[in-house]
């Protein structure tokens, strides 16, 4: 008969883990844990504190950054997850150097930060590559992905496009009404709950197009003419991509050809890269002002492009920064 080592769960085990030694040089951890704790300057997050005499002691914003950082490399968005990792993932205990903020946390730190704080952060570790020797500083190249956002394309149009939904509810709601008092003078509505319970949700897509259509104004395109706005997501746009029409962003970065460092990223509400290359190139000369203290730091390099870009007004940023 075969003989079998034998095991027992029902038993304790004492595991001396080295927090530190988790994080090992070369990896994309002992990166982000270097940098955050060494280079980066995270002072102006205390300003979201007061509880210098009083009041419960706040997690370090330098310990939910790495544990952000660390996620998002690894294509995880959910706060719930990261949460989970920080309890089951020796790397995430590493970086978070034993502690386990929870969902509500992790959520609340990124949904207050703000563009300034994004930006800030971004430059610094844009200096920290620069002091390093990452940055080539001759070639670089643009480009983009259509990306989807959290937008319902049915919420898109034009602003009579959107006027015309909001009146055919309208008189989806009258007929409710209608056939409920119909229901009633017939003695009784067996379905008087259901319908009243459409008639809200009716009654709230009308008030929320109205509501865009007071308070916002049309969209118009580089051609002079009327484009589609979403009510969920103004600033998103309907786009063809690879997957078909979303609605959505046009995610574009400048990276530079050295080691592939990302010196300005931007999702841009226009589908059309014949437009994009302009605000790219700014941002990315106003990242790299502030590192190289130079007044044009794009001067005399070469972009590269695929054909998307190529259009007049492209080549009109192009000659403002003074690039190939």
Not at 275 to 280: D, E, L, S
Not at 312 to 319: D, I, M, P, V
Request: include cysteine.
């Amino acid at each position: 008969m075969a003989r079998y080592k034998h095991y027992d769960y029902d038993q304790l085990q004492m595991v001396a883990v080295s927090l530190e030694d988790q994080l090992v040089p070369g990896t994309l951890e002992y990166a982000i844990h270097h940098v955050i704790e060494d280079r980066l300057d995270t002072s102006r997050f205390d300003a979201r504190f007061k509880n210098d005499e009083t009041g419960r002691v706040a997690y370090d914003p330098k310990i939910l950054l790495k544990i952000v950082l660390l996620s998002y490399a690894r294509g995880v968005m959910s706060s719930r997850k990261m949460e989970r990792a920080c309890r089951e993932n020796i790397l995430y205990m590493a970086l978070s150097c034993g502690q386990s903020p929870d969902h509500s946390t992790l959520a609340a730190f990124v949904s207050t930060m703000g563009q300034e704080d994004v930006t800030d952060l971004f430059t610094q570790v844009l200096l920290v590559c620069e002091e390093e020797g990452l940055l080539g500083g001759t070639h670089m190249s643009i480009d983009g992905l259509k990306l989807p956002s959290n937008a319902a394309k049915e919420w898109s149009g034009t602003y009579s496009d959107l006027d015309k939904k909001k009146k055919k509810l309208e008189a989806k709601i009258k007929e409710a009404i209608q056939e409920h008092r119909e229901e009633d003078r017939k003695g009784g509505d067996r379905d008087g709950a259901r319908r009243k319970q459409q008639m809200e949700k009716l009654q709230k897509q009308a008030d929320r197009i109205d509501r865009y259509l007071r308070e916002s104004s049309p969209k118009i395109g580089r051609q002079g003419k009327e484009i589609q706005g979403n009510i969920t997501d103004p600033e998103s746009a309907k786009m063809v991509s690879s997957h078909g029409v979303v609605q959505g962003y046009n995610a574009n970065a400048v990276v530079d050809e050295k080691h592939q460092v990302i010196v300005h990223g931007q999702a841009i509400g226009e589908g059309d890269d014949g437009v994009n290359a302009g605000p790219m190139l700014e941002g990315a000369s106003r990242n790299l002002a502030v590192v190289l203290e130079k007044e044009n730091p794009l001067q005399g390099r070469i972009i590269s492009a695929d054909t998307s870009y190529f259009s007049l007004e492209n080549l009109k940023a192009c000659q403002k920064h003074e690039v190939d």
